[in-house]
T-cell receptor, first 112, second 116 residues
Framework: RKEVEQDPGPFNVPEGATVAFNCTYSNSASQSFFWYRQDCRKEPKLLMS???SGNEDGRFTAQLNRASQYISLLIRDSKLSDSATYLCVVNIPMVGYNKLIFGAGTRLAVHP | EAGVTQFPSHSVIEKGQTVTLRCDPISGHDNLYWYRRVMGKEIKFLLHFVKESKQDESGMPNNRFLAERTGGTYSTLKVQPAELEDSGVYFC??????????????FGQGTRLTVV
């Protein structure tokens, strides 16, 4: 089983739609979680961290379910500029250091 | 403040040649990670430095790959000899210190390596 799994998509949605991505992780010791966004031929950039209580940043909402070991990202009122690959990133605590593992990414295409 | 910088941005080499990729992390960041994205696949972990020490190199594909981090500053990743399957985008990322579990990793723009 992969350490971090995501539905690769693509998700093709019209402008204004609401879209949700899920990500599951296998290591129950994982403590920190992130959503990164990667545009074509660019480096990944942090979209938002995921907090235990859930957190919202404008049109974006992230949720964490520790019991089921998944995190989610909800995008409301999709914009054309939201088209990108969304990467689920999990911090796995090791002995004396922290390891970051990436999911394969979910592609989102927002069309007019 | 300068971000993570990688050099070169692109490299095209022939099979069997040697290539060295360089990463300059954000100044003061102890953690330096190397990742690779092969076309159509996910970003895969290669290795992790804490300062000058290789903390985890479990993702290194084979002994044709050698990474170093001189004095805990910049890092190099050498591929020798390069094979066709080494083609992909190599990303470097850095994070501040050992208590970085909840902190963001900053990525360089990547080096696109093509082996022909």
């Amino acid at each position: 089983r992969k350490e971090v799994e995501q539905d690769p998509g693509p998700f093709n949605v019209p402008e204004g739609a609401t879209v949700a991505f899920n990500c599951t992780y296998s290591n129950s010791a994982s403590q920190s979680f992130f959503w990164y966004r990667q545009d074509c031929r660019k480096e990944p950039k942090l979209l938002m961290s995921v907090y235990s209580s859930g957190n919202e940043d404008g049109r974006f909402t992230a949720q964490l379910n520790r019991a089921s070991q998944y995190i989610s990202l909800l995008i409301r009122d999709s914009k054309l500029s939201d088209s990108a690959t969304y990467l689920c990133v999990v911090n796995i605590p090791m002995v004396g250091y922290n390891k970051l593992i990436f999911g394969a990414g979910t592609r989102l295409a927002v069309h007019p | 403040e300068a971000g993570v910088t990688q050099f070169p941005s692109h490299s095209v080499i022939e099979k069997g040649q040697t290539v060295t990729l360089r990463c300059d992390p954000i100044s003061g960041h102890d953690n330096l990670y190397w990742y690779r994205r092969v076309m159509g696949k996910e970003i895969k972990f290669l290795l992790h430095f804490v300062k000058e020490s290789k903390q985890d190199e479990s993702g290194m594909p084979n002994n044709r790959f050698l990474a170093e981090r001189t004095g805990g500053t910049y890092s190099t990743l050498k591929v020798q000899p390069a094979e066709l399957e080494d083609s992909g985008v190599y990303f470097c990322a850095s994070r501040p210190n050992k208590y970085s579990a909840g902190t963001e990793a900053f990525f360089g723009q990547g080096t696109r390596l093509t082996v022909v």
